[in-house]
């Protein structure tokens, strides 16, 4: 026992003294390396889109950090369940003149040195309901953080959908911006083609010249809706933008905006937004959560009681050699009550119990504003497929609008004014028809995220 004590001690003297000196540097993770992110190769479609969000994006990433954090908080709530085992050594130095002599004992002097080693395990057996309440504490903190962390992706997942139809919703502009312009581009050069033959006054040339000057800034707008676009969704799916790179984004789609067909029922909708929405089962573990602070509150007011063992040495208080020691084992147990305490365990109780009630309201209340969500969102769902139906012959009447106009325009019975106003009208319809599409596919994604389908990506 001597040359195991003797050796610890020489051992963790050295480390003490070394540590009080220096403190100890943190072993921190690096730091994130600027551009690390590689860009993608190939077109990236919706579901593509989707799981490198899931793995890139900045609050994701965040999330899992503080799901990490919170099974740090779920490992100390169950700390009171296990064995405590603590260390303990020291070594005293006494002044000779703090030193007092015993009168009878005259001759023996008491050592100006000591020393002490213990090792003890204590282990809690009754703590008035804490015990059986930290398990589960830690278990509704550790469900609780994985709901809040389904949160974050399906956030992250309507995020992404939203993002990457305004996308394609500017991509597809910029083609209809492009048709318009091609149309009024051959209206300028048929205008100035029968100007020269003597058929229409300069007035129409002039006409078609603004027309066409007037529809150029609709282009360039959604060209830079487009690069905003993109530069969003890059930032959403956690890329990091070369600088070098001023203009278009080399980040290519291959989805496109499409009508799902499948039908969404309130009634329906309702039911699983209640059942399935990750935030309300959260605030359910909150609430379970504040009812087992009140049964830990509680505790304070009953006693608690240990077993504890030990193995020790410790140095002879009648020699003046430190190689002599004291050895042995002790067990047995200890208890306590806090027979008054000034009302601490009573104020606790209470603020416990406050919280409670406050945490019933808030589930109350976000219960309704999810109903209320569901039902906004089953609204814009509606008008945007009612919008929608209403453009399905719109654009082919417009097309056939602007081809009479122009027949008649070559038989001399229609007028400039005629076929630009076709030609407007083709545009107009055929910008309200993508836009219907979009609308339709936002509102669907929106709705599906307020009945808590968080990774449902399309109609499938």
Same mark, same amino acid.
């Given at each position: 026992?001597?040359?195991?004590?003797?050796?610890?001690?020489?051992?963790?003297?050295?480390?003490?003294?070394?540590?009080?000196?220096?403190?100890?540097?943190?072993?921190?993770?690096?730091?994130?390396?600027?551009?690390?992110?590689? &860009?993608?190769?190939?077109?990236?479609?919706?579901?593509?889109?989707?799981? @490198?969000?899931?793995?890139?994006?900045?609050?994701?990433?965040?999330?899992?950090?503080?799901?990490?954090?919170?099974?740090?908080?779920?490992?100390?709530?169950?700390?009171?369940?296990?064995?405590?085992?603590?260390? !303990?050594?020291?070594?005293?130095?006494?002044?000779?003149?703090?030193?007092?002599?015993?009168?009878?004992?005259?001759?023996?002097?008491?050592?100006?040195?000591?020393?002490?080693?213990?090792?003890?395990?204590?282990?809690?057996?009754?703590?008035?309901?804490?015990?059986? !309440?930290?398990?589960?504490?830690?278990?509704?903190?550790?469900?609780?953080?994985?709901?809040?962390?389904?949160?974050?992706?399906?956030?992250?997942?309507?995020?992404?959908?939203?993002?990457?139809?305004?996308?394609?919703?500017?991509?597809?502009?910029?083609?209809?911006?492009?048709?318009?312009?091609?149309?009024?581009?051959?209206?300028?050069?048929?205008?100035?083609?029968?100007?020269?033959?003597?058929?229409?006054?300069?007035?129409?040339?002039?006409?078609?010249?603004?027309?066409?000057?007037?529809?150029?800034?609709?282009?360039?707008?959604?060209?830079?809706?487009? +690069?905003?676009?993109?530069?969003? %969704?890059?930032?959403?799916?956690?890329?990091?933008?070369?600088?070098?790179?001023?203009?278009?984004?080399?980040?290519?789609?291959?989805?496109?905006?499409?009508?799902?067909?499948?039908?969404?029922?309130?009634?329906?909708?309702?039911?699983?937004?209640?059942?399935?929405?990750?935030?309300?089962?959260?605030?359910?573990?909150?609430?379970?959560?504040?009812?087992?602070?009140?049964?830990?509150?509680?505790?304070?007011?009953?006693? !608690?009681?240990?077993?504890?063992?030990? @193995?020790?040495?410790?140095?002879?208080?009648?020699?003046?050699?430190?190689?002599?020691?004291?050895?042995? &084992?002790?067990?047995? &147990?200890?208890?306590? &009550?806090?027979?008054?305490?000034?009302?601490? @365990?009573?104020?606790?109780?209470?603020?416990?119990?406050?919280?409670?009630?406050? !945490?019933?309201?808030?589930?109350?209340?976000?219960?309704?504003?999810?109903?209320?969500?569901?039902?906004?969102?089953?609204?814009?769902?509606?008008?945007?497929?009612?919008?929608?139906?209403?453009?399905?012959?719109?654009?082919?009447?417009?097309?056939?609008?602007?081809?009479?106009?122009?027949? +008649?325009?070559?038989?001399?019975?229609?007028?400039?004014?005629?076929? %630009?106003?076709?030609?407007?009208?083709?545009?107009?319809?055929?910008?309200?028809?993508?836009?219907?599409?979009?609308?339709?596919?936002?509102?669907?994604?929106?709705?599906?995220?307020?009945?808590?389908?968080?990774?449902?990506?399309?109609?499938?």
């Amino acid at each position: 026992m001597k040359r195991i004590i003797l050796s610890l001690v020489a051992t963790l003297l050295p480390a003490l003294a070394h540590a009080a000196a220096k403190p100890a540097r943190p072993n921190l993770p690096p730091a994130k390396a600027a551009n690390t992110v590689a &860009w993608p190769t190939t077109p990236l479609s919706l579901p593509d889109a989707v799981e @490198v969000a899931l793995r890139q994006n900045s609050a994701v990433r965040k999330s899992q950090s503080d799901l990490e954090a919170a099974y740090g908080v779920v490992v100390q709530a169950r700390a009171v369940q296990f064995p405590r085992v603590t260390g !303990s050594i020291n070594h005293t130095l006494i002044d000779q003149g703090a030193i007092e002599q015993a009168p009878f004992a005259a001759g023996i002097r008491t050592p100006d040195q000591s020393w002490n080693v213990r090792v003890q395990i204590t282990q809690s057996i009754y703590e008035g309901g804490k015990i059986d !309440s930290a398990k589960r504490t830690a278990d509704l903190t550790r469900d609780q953080a994985l709901l809040q962390h389904q949160t974050i992706l399906a956030d992250t997942v309507l995020a992404v959908r939203v993002n990457y139809d305004d996308a394609l919703l500017a991509a597809q502009q910029i083609l209809v911006q492009d048709a318009s312009l091609e149309l009024l581009k051959k209206e300028l050069q048929d205008n100035q083609r029968r100007f020269e033959a003597g058929t229409v006054p300069r007035f129409n040339v002039l006409r078609a010249e603004v027309e066409l000057a007037n529809s150029r800034p609709r282009l360039i707008r959604a060209r830079n809706a487009l +690069r905003i676009a993109k530069n969003n %969704l890059a930032n959403l799916l956690g890329y990091d933008v070369p600088r070098a790179i001023v203009d278009d984004i080399p980040l290519q789609l291959t989805g496109k905006l499409e009508a799902d067909p499948t039908d969404i029922e309130l009634p329906i909708a309702l039911a699983k937004a209640l059942e399935q929405r990750t935030e309300l089962a959260a605030l359910r573990k909150a609430e379970r959560l504040r009812k087992e602070a009140i049964t830990a509150a509680e505790a304070g007011r009953k006693p !608690s009681a240990q077993v504890f063992a030990g @193995v020790g040495s410790h140095s002879s208080r009648f020699s003046q050699h430190l190689t002599r020691d004291v050895s042995g &084992w002790d067990i047995g &147990w200890q208890a306590s &009550w806090n027979i008054f305490d000034g009302w601490l @365990v009573k104020g606790k109780v209470a603020e416990a119990t406050a919280l409670h009630r406050k !945490s019933e309201e808030e589930l109350d209340d976000i219960s309704r504003r999810i109903e209320l969500d569901v039902r906004i969102g089953h609204s814009h769902f509606l008008e945007a497929r009612e919008v929608l139906e209403s453009q399905k012959k719109v654009q082919e009447q417009a097309e056939e609008a602007l081809r009479l106009a122009n027949a +008649r325009t070559e038989a001399g019975t229609g007028t400039q004014l005629d076929v %630009l106003n076709a030609q407007t009208a083709l545009t107009i319809a055929r910008s309200t028809q993508i836009e219907a599409l979009h609308a339709l596919s936002v509102a669907r994604a929106r709705l599906e995220r307020a009945m808590g389908l968080m990774l449902k990506t399309d109609g499938k």
